[in-house]
């Protein structure tokens, strides 16, 4: 079975311009800036969790450039500088990130906050236009390395019911896109966690997907 992912690293964004948190596997057949910290100075959230927010609740865009919503120019720099660090050295640690939240800022989620600032002083050497002064950190129990591999996992599984797409809930675990028969099942849910590994398992329901010419998938 292929699976396809969508990848939203730098271009996730508060006001949900783009796209969410983390990747999503895909079964193929199924306002003012805030302040700026002082120059050169990474904010840690220490103890604070991934920021969640609702990507369902439309919200103000963070910015307009020549009247089209988009993020702010010094939050995207940063970001784009702090996802490509994330992908490459430092993917042990990373888990995902929200650019302009809140506007002009970046919020960076990381499992361990020391490897966290290394990241970003990492990203300001490759990219100097990149201001970690912009750059928040924060925990999650996860890196996305980790919530991919289960993701892979769990794509491919034969429980009875279909798992048309698998996302990292920011840092925290999994979701499941599954059937309104799978979200009701406990016996779906227990092989899902099983097959996890331990990583946490949050199933949802969600409508098949079409493939290229706008055929429904089918459940396997």
Known sequence: MNASVAVG???STAAVL?????NVVRNDRAAPAAPAAPSGETQPRAG???PVF????PQAPPTLIDGTPANTPG???TSQAVGAQGRGAFADVYSTQITDHPVGRVALCVTDLARGRLLVEAAHAADPEADPARVDLYLSAYSRRTLDGVADKLIVLEAGFPVYSVS???GAGVEVGTSEEGVRSAEFKARLEEAAGGVPVTVT?????TDLVGKPTTAP
Not at 205 to 209: A, I, N, S
């Open 9 to 11: 690293l730098a271009v």
């Open 18 to 22: 783009l796209t969410g948190c983390g």
């Open 48 to 50: 604070r969790p991934c």
């Open 54 to 57: 609702d990507r369902t609740t």
């Open 75 to 77: 939050g995207e720099r």
């Open 168 to 170: 990292g809930d920011h």
């Open 205 to 209: 329901k969600e409508e098949p997907g």
